[in-house]
């Protein structure tokens, strides 16, 4: 499985998200459940993209050009599902993209663990979406690309804690015991991945993002 593949699978698994919540009114229903494979993909493809890149500069200057394009459609779409308001996903996949330099680069480790500390609470504040977790999971998958067995344990630690309140809270329901395996479930596609790029779509998620964001919000005015 290629890069390209990850890619087409993480952006139907996010469009069956959306959709979900766009003809359920904001409620949650069985397409949310396909949409949890979504972000743990598109965060994993960050780290390849920071290990694979010809230009970080670029390719950070991309992340935050979209990120403040796709600001307006996702805020549109979020009104017509009475969400509350937070920043788009390029946001947390940028935060996170800036953590791993800082990982990678910042040869203090004391200094590097600080400013991921401050783009983790930064990216909490101004309220990204998925927080501090998506952007620590982000850098997770960078930390352990090496070691696909840590890189496994570690992504369920993660979805553990993610929803372990919840389960608590409401008695291991199966709602929740349902999430935790559907976001968890991420990690097949992750693991068959083989390093290859496949067919060149560097934009696709760029411009599919805002743009079925958009959509969904004049059909829901229809």
């Not at 959709?19 to 390849?48: C, D, K």
């Not at 090496?146 to 372990?164: A, P, Q, R």
Request: glycine share 6%; aromatic share 22%.
């Amino acid at each position: 499985m290629n890069a390209f593949h990850l890619k087409i699978i993480a952006v139907i698994s996010m469009l069956f998200d959306h959709v979900g919540y766009f003809l359920h009114s904001g409620n949650f229903s069985f397409f949310n459940y396909l949409g949890r494979l979504a972000f743990p993909i598109f965060a994993f493809q960050i780290s390849e993209g920071y290990l694979h890149t010809r230009n970080l500069k670029k390719y950070l200057f991309r992340l935050g050009i979209f990120a403040l394009v796709s600001q307006i459609p996702f805020m549109l779409f979020e009104y017509s599902i009475g969400f509350d308001y937070t920043l788009n996903i390029f946001f947390t996949l940028f935060l996170g993209l800036l953590c791993i330099i800082s990982f990678d680069k910042i040869n203090n480790k004391f200094l590097s663990l600080l400013v991921i500390f401050v783009l983790c609470f930064i990216g909490e504040y101004i309220k990204v979406d998925y927080g501090y977790w998506g952007i620590l999971l982000i850098l997770l998958f960078f930390i352990f690309k090496n070691n696909k067995i840590l890189m496994t344990i570690s992504f369920l630690i993660m979805c553990i804690y993610k929803y372990f309140p919840y389960l608590i809270n409401y008695n291991f329901h199966y709602i929740y015991v349902l999430l935790t395996i559907s976001t968890f479930s991420a990690i097949i596609p992750i693991l068959l991945y083989n390093g290859k790029l496949g067919l060149k779509t560097k934009y696709l998620l760029y411009v599919f993002y805002p743009l079925h964001l958009l959509i969904l919000y004049i059909a829901s005015l229809i």
